[in-house]
């Protein structure tokens, strides 16, 4: 999943709009690009693996 976007600056909304696409479509990786800054800007998005936090926790 590549999502683009084109505001003055990401924040943790769009990191989370970004993870809901991942979990609604069933995948495991994406990329969020941001061409609205001076410089570009660019995430890794990766869905949260349950399993490993449930174990983390026991």
């Known amino acids: ?5 084109a505001i003055i600056q990401l924040e943790d909304l769009h990191l989370a709009q970004a993870i809901n696409y991942l979990e609604a479509y069933g ?7 941001n ?3 001076t410089s570009l800007q660019f995430k890794r998005v990766m ?6 936090s449930q174990s983390k926790n026991q």
């Not at 999943?1 to 976007?5: A, H, P, Q, R, W």
């Not at 995948?27 to 690009?33: P, S, T």
Request: avoid cysteine; proline fraction near 5%.
């Open 1 to 5: 999943m590549v999502e683009l976007k």
């Open 35 to 37: 061409f609205g800054n």
């Open 27 to 33: 995948l495991e990786i994406g990329l969020l690009i």
């Open 47 to 52: 869905k949260p693996n349950k399993n490993h």
